[in-house]
């Protein structure tokens, strides 16, 4: 018994070394040679300030001049208040299907949609515009859900619907290597295109 | 069915149907010590680590010996986890300066890594520094799978005909020849698609609006890799596999969904290898297969039909979206979601909680079962652990003395499987029934009406099959749950897994009697049709009246468009 503790102690003590050090270095140090922007987070810069991580979405919901993302549910982790696209506490809203209050908030997102956007009724809305993701940071909006803002988005930067619609097919990224995944535009990008667009 | 969910989910199947076979072969290899293509760089290294432990490749232990030794190492690993986290604010690689966890967390996170659980009552990103992460629950998420894989080993020896082998030389060569080799791999492609990985601290972001963002960094490549090739499932963040940080594309979905199955699939090869029956093998992986293949039916036809009450509501297009990723669509998520229920690896693409409730019960099925495929090692035991109940009950309808690989399957094996086969649902129910009739339980409930019930179902679930996942509306960091969920993880992994060591060794010291035309046979699709049945009609039984009051109940209040409030 005591034998046998003594081997459990050692060979923890020598996998420990390899696999909590030696792998993680490696791997680091291979990352780092071969694919240094990915492994620092795909940070995007603009003049020189980190403005985004490519993958990670942004809150935009409350400017109308931006094209929105969908729900999130993420709420602070310091104070328990809801905290849209809170990347320090990604999760889901957790909201069952039965649940009311998925119901009330699906309401609220489609009325807000339908008050703020000239021309626009719900049977156009995606479904995915108003239901919210499950990390809270999804950075991506279907086609369908960019092209039924851009009334909004010409009201209120004065760019042509026309302009705005080939903005965002500019943005589409279709599925990886031509069928994998989803046909969908990435809301942070989408965003500094218009911004660029509007600043330049 | 779209293009893209029939071209992923073909990756899937048919990445893990083609691998199979060369892996089990390696494996079979690499476990009967004969040389293999990575000997030249491996051998020297581990020859170390035996000199330095004191073992030799061929040595072996009894079951008991084995079992100790597994326990013990589990221990070892219990008390450092437990301490590193409970002291995590005097280590280095900490750039958020997170200080020490408390000692339920502390308790509830190693007990949860050690069985190779998983569950987790925090969200990392704002509870664990790197050290944590690297140094402890990654070191956690290569060991622990690989010592339930090294009993797997020793139990497939012993059908065998075998002498078990040593645990410490089984730990150490699925480490060093299949976990490390695949995670490098692995690691490194996550990190190409956008998994990122360093040691800098948190992004500091100045958004567009104007507002400031912070995005966690880390090591997270190669945490991600070998979550998913130990069937681990402990995510980096809180939401795990559904953040893009830990899941940026349609490609390290089909890589995650992949990797949770190659190793465990490959088991079940390994063992027709090991004792010369690949047709009762193949067998085993079609019942098994097909288990997962009406799982991923029953999660992805009623999430692409979506929410009927949504629905009414008559917007563009009717999938269920709430607590999904846009990129992944709905097949690409029912696949990861099928995958890690069956796999038992706990990490999720979506939120659990917020699926309809046909796909939940699919979603029950995997927790119950815990053989469709299962964890590296501990799914075989269980699958082999069914197959021994249908040969025991078969034998009873037939009036024919039972036997499995030519060895009598008598009182002793029969107790001993129906120990292990009766203590998950054991674990399941009493703990749920402890659960609803606590105030302490009931407090932890997020959703009303029957999702409330399911929520403590899943979790009880969860920690039994040491899979690791949960509706996650339920509060699991209230000291009830941490506790609880604890203990159920514990008595989940280590009861089974001892009781069907001393199966493999009572069955390995009789007397092999020979084969006639008289002797049941396993290897036909008529005894994996019966097996089939027996596990569904025995789980059936244990588990309907308890899925009546959850998901079932639940089926129909929805159909009837009821709200809860």
Redesign the interface.
């Known amino acids: 018994?005591i034998r046998?503790?003594k081997?459990?102690?050692?060979?923890?003590a020598?996998?420990?070394v390899?696999?909590?050090?030696g792998?993680?270095f490696?791997?680091?140090g291979?990352?780092?040679l071969?694919?240094p922007y990915?492994?620092?987070?795909?940070?995007i810069t603009w003049h020189g300030?980190?403005?985004?991580?490519?993958?990670?979405?942004?809150?935009?919901n409350?400017?109308l001049q931006?094209f929105w993302g969908?729900p999130s549910a993420t709420v602070s982790?310091t104070t328990g208040k809801p905290s849209p696209?809170?990347?320090?506490?990604?999760?889901?809203?957790?909201?069952?299907?039965?649940?009311?209050?998925?119901?009330d908030q699906?309401?609220r997102t489609?009325a807000r949609y339908l008050a703020t956007t000239p021309g626009l009724s719900?049977?156009?809305?995606?479904?995915?515009l108003?239901?919210?993701?499950?990390?809270?940071?999804?950075?991506?909006?279907?086609v369908?859900s960019a092209l039924i803002q851009i009334p909004r988005v010409a009201k209120y930067t004065g760019l042509s619907p026309r302009e705005l619609r080939d903005l965002v097919y500019r943005e589409v990224q279709g599925?990886?290597?031509g069928?994998?995944?989803?046909r969908?535009v990435n809301v942070?990008t989408l965003?500094?295109a218009l911004?660029r667009l509007l600043h330049r | 069915m779209s293009v893209s969910t029939v071209a992923t989910w073909a990756v899937v199947i048919g990445g893990l149907l083609i691998l199979l076979k060369p892996l089990g072969t390696y494996l079979y290899r690499v476990f009967t010590f004969q040389p293999t293509i990575l000997d030249r760089p491996l051998k020297p290294v581990e020859n170390v680590i035996f000199r330095l432990i004191g073992v030799s490749r061929d040595s072996s232990m009894s079951a008991v010996e084995y079992g100790v030794a597994f326990m013990l190492t589990n221990l070892v690993w219990a008390v450092m986890a437990y301490t590193l986290l409970r002291l995590q604010g005097l280590w280095p690689f900490n750039p958020q300066h997170f200080g020490n966890l408390s000692a339920g967390l502390s308790f509830n996170t190693a007990a949860s890594f050690v069985t190779n659980t998983n569950w987790q009552a925090y969200s990392g990103e704002n509870t664990m520094s790197y050290f944590s992460q690297f140094a402890v629950l990654q070191f956690l998420q290569f060991v622990t799978p690989a010592s339930g894989g090294a009993v797997g080993v020793a139990f497939v020896r012993a059908l065998a005909g075998r002498p078990l082998g040593n645990f410490f030389v089984d730990l150490t060569l699925l480490i060093t020849r299949v976990l490390l080799p695949l995670a490098v791999i692995f690691g490194l492609f996550f990190v190409a698609q956008g998994v990122p990985d360093t040691l800098a601290g948190y992004l500091h972001l100045h958004t567009l609006t104007g507002a400031a963002q912070t995005v966690p960094r880390g090591p997270i490549a190669g945490f991600e890799a070998i979550e998913h090739l130990g069937q681990n499932g402990g995510g980096f963040t809180g939401a795990n596999s559904a953040n893009p940080l830990e899941n940026p594309t349609a490609l390290t979905n089909i890589a995650e969904s992949i990797a949770m199955g190659l190793v465990p699939v490959a088991f079940f090869y390994m063992f027709g290898l090991f004792t010369r029956r690949t047709r009762l093998a193949w067998t085993l992986i079609a019942v098994a297969g097909t288990l997962y293949l009406i799982m991923l039916a029953m999660i992805y036809f009623p999430e692409a039909a979506g929410n009927p009450i949504v629905n009414q509501l008559g917007l563009l297009g009717h999938a269920n979206m709430v607590g999904k990723e846009v990129r992944f669509g709905i097949g690409g998520t029912s696949i990861f979601e099928t995958s890690t229920m069956a796999f038992t690896t706990g990490s999720v693409a979506a939120a659990q909680d917020s699926f309809l409730p046909v796909p939940s019960l699919a979603f029950f099925l995997g927790l119950f079962l815990n053989m469709v495929f299962g964890g590296q090692g501990v799914g075989l035991l269980n699958m082999l652990m069914f197959v021994i109940l249908t040969i025991f009950l078969m034998g009873l309808m037939v009036g024919r003395t039972p036997e499995f690989l030519r060895k009598k399957i008598e009182a002793r094996e029969v107790s001993l499987t129906a120990i292990a086969f009766l203590l998950h649902p054991l674990l399941i129910l009493a703990g749920g029934a402890l659960a609803v009739s606590t105030k302490a339980g009931l407090s932890g409930i997020f959703n009303p009406g029957p999702y409330g019930l399911s929520e403590i179902l899943y979790a009880f679930a969860s920690g039994a099959a040491n899979n690791g996942s949960a509706m996650g509306g339920l509060n699991a960091a209230l000291p009830f749950y941490e506790v609880a969920i604890g203990v159920v993880m514990i008595i989940g992994r280590y009861a089974s897994i001892m009781a069907m060591l001393l199966v493999g060794e009572s069955l390995l010291k009789k007397k092999a009697v020979p084969q006639t035309t008289g002797t049941m046979r396993t290897d036909t699709a008529l005894f994996g049709g019966i097996l089939l049945g027996a596990i569904v009609v025995l789980n059936a039984l244990t588990f309907f009246p308890v899925m009546a009051l959850g998901p079932i109940a639940e089926h129909y209040l929805l159909l009837a468009h009821h709200l809860f409030t």
């Open positions: 018994m046998t503790f081997r459990a102690v050692i060979v923890t020598l996998l420990w390899i696999l909590a050090w792998f993680t490696l791997l680091l291979l990352a780092h071969l694919f990915q492994a620092d987070g795909s940070v300030r980190a403005v985004a991580s490519a993958h990670v979405g942004q809150n935009f409350r400017s931006y969908r982790p696209y809170d990347a320090l506490n990604s999760g889901p809203s957790n909201l069952g299907p039965t649940n009311a209050v998925l119901l699906i309401h489609i719900v049977h156009q809305i995606p479904i995915s108003v239901e919210s993701s499950a990390s809270g940071l999804d950075p991506d909006i279907t369908q599925p990886q290597l069928v994998f995944g989803v969908r942070v965003n500094w911004y």
